[in-house]
């Protein structure tokens, strides 16, 4: 597929993040962290930061 001259122009045309990936990032985050030993509950309360900043903590 052709890349037209638009989509070259970087910071004006870049593509935005959709919601639907990031449910699915977030949601495989989660499951990652259930097997890491943290338990639902907890992971159900934490924001998004906080997931990630745990992922971050447990491959350490």
Partial sequence: MRIRRSMRKKPL????????????RIAQ????????????????????KDIREALQKTKA
């Fill in 13 to 24: 045309r870049r593509p935005t993040k959709k919601a639907g990936p990031k449910r699915y």
């Fill in 29 to 48: 985050q989660k499951k990652r962290l259930v097997t890491a030993g943290i338990a639902e509950a907890v992971i159900r309360r934490m924001t998004n």
